[in-house]
């Protein structure tokens, strides 16, 4: 522990000072100072060999490129167009537009994006495992420099690939398309923009860095659910009716007219029928019944990697259910229990997305979110819970609504060689095949 803790700072220092080395030299430039580096090791006795003069011509040539950097900079800004959202694990372009405000064509420039580098603290790093490391020798096993960068990487949480930029003219722009492949979930922090610029002999890069910090939103990982999987439950009165769903205007349904009585609304008011009855008559209205289902996702203390299926699979559901006449409410725990409902009315499906996106593990106990499930059920049609593993505690969660008699759909993750005990009604979802589970539903 000693030992990774006084490495730590090293190993990021490393990771930081080689990106921008390996920046600064084209593959050609790397192979001149190979080659450089050999000639002045071969001609260090002058009397045998005549390749210090090679080694002193190549030395020239170098020093020449790095040097002419100095002497034209491109006269360039930029301005980077992100979209909305990403999603984890599915690569998406997007374009940065570089300008030329100079008096000379800019030709052969690159650009690159910088996220912000996360590195992982000692405690994630002592409790996280490389996907394969078991396969590595003794010695990177307990280094552990491997496990470092692919923590380093999965915090950073974004992968972007340099792109070239088209010649621009004088004065004029041109779009650079990056591909880019979201890591993890969450918001993702890109930090700046560099431009580079080669020297005439095509060795060297100089290096123009932009301050262009922006923020991007990476939306759970999602699967395609079968459509054979139906979950609506009956239809439910809800208080207040479809008033409560829309958010401009009544729009209850319609059942008679009759006549006026002291206090009803003017805008009730039947003009045409009065007009006829010469005598005020009001539209009368019930309130509508309408499913309304919810969504429970298992947020307690549980291993990174099952709590990531759990999210990927409650964000699959979300996207496969259409509640564009129904509403559904994902409920899951906080530092208190937290609902978001989606549906006519009320937030998109985009916004749960987000909170699920953003959502972390909680060590709160299940008290609240059974007292806010109990309080709730009565408006339930149906309630399905995502779950990671089985204990008392979460079931405890399902009996708190299936006792206000809703129906309930629940699915388990379990780990590879999990023997814990499940009800015949669960379905469970086996963490290294979670998407064929879904599909064969």
């Not at 690159?110 to 020798?137: C, K, L, Y």
């Not at 049609?381 to 629940?410: H, P, W, Y």
Request: charge should be neutral; aromatic fraction near 8%; include cysteine.
């Amino acid at each position: 522990m000693a030992f990774r803790e006084r490495v730590f700072p090293t190993w990021v220092k490393l990771t930081r000072l080689n990106r921008r080395a390996m920046r600064k030299s084209t593959d050609r430039g790397r192979l001149m100072q190979t080659g450089t580096l050999i000639c002045g090791a071969m001609g260090l006795d002058t009397d045998l060999s005549y390749v210090y003069q090679l080694f002193a011509l190549m030395l020239c040539i170098l020093i020449a490129a790095r040097l002419s950097l100095k002497i034209q900079v491109p006269d360039v800004s930029i301005r980077r167009q992100l979209p909305r959202y990403a999603t984890a694990g599915e690569p998406f372009d997007y374009a940065i537009t570089v300008i030329n405000e100079g008096a000379r064509v800019e030709r052969d420039l690159s650009i690159a994006d910088n996220p912000r580098v996360v590195p992982p603290t000692i405690e994630q790093f002592e409790r996280s495992r490389e996907p394969g490391e078991e396969t590595r020798n003794a010695y990177d096993r307990w280094i552990g420099w491997h496990r470092f960068i692919w923590l380093q990487r999965l915090n950073t949480g974004i992968n972007i690939k340099p792109a070239k930029v088209p010649d621009i003219n004088i004065r004029g722009s041109e779009a650079a398309i990056l591909s880019a492949t979201p890591l993890r979930r969450g918001a993702v922090n890109l930090e700046s923009t560099t431009i580079l610029h080669p020297d005439p002999f095509g060795l060297n890069y100089g290096i123009i860095d932009f301050d262009n910090r922006e923020q991007l939103l990476v939306l759970p990982k999602r699967y395609p659910i079968s459509k054979r999987f139906e979950f609506t439950g009956g239809r439910h009165f809800q208080p207040g009716g479809v008033n409560s769903t829309w958010s401009i205007g009544e729009s209850d349904e319609f059942v008679s007219l009759r006549d006026y009585r002291d206090g009803d609304p003017i805008r009730k008011i039947h003009w045409a029928s009065s007009a006829r009855r010469d005598k005020p008559v009001v539209k009368e209205f019930q309130d509508e019944f309408f499913v309304r289902q919810a969504l429970v996702v298992d947020s307690f203390e549980q291993e990174p990697a099952i709590f990531e299926e759990v999210i990927s699979v409650a964000a699959s559901f979300l996207t496969a259910f259409d509640n564009s006449d129904s509403l559904m409410d994902l409920h899951f725990m906080a530092e208190r229990p937290e609902t978001i409902t989606a549906g006519r009315g009320f937030a998109q499906t985009s916004q749960q997305l987000e909170a699920l996106a953003v959502l972390q593990q909680t060590r709160q106990a299940t008290n609240a979110l059974n007292e806010m499930l109990i309080e709730r059920s009565r408006l339930m049609s149906g309630c399905l819970f995502v779950f990671a593993g089985m204990d008392s505690a979460r079931l405890e969660l399902i009996k708190a609504v299936e006792n206000q008699g809703v129906g309930t759909e629940i699915f388990v993750l379990k780990q590879p060689g999990d023997q814990t005990p499940m009800r015949s009604d669960f379905h469970v979802l086996n963490l290294d095949n979670v998407e064929e589970g879904l599909q064969a539903l």
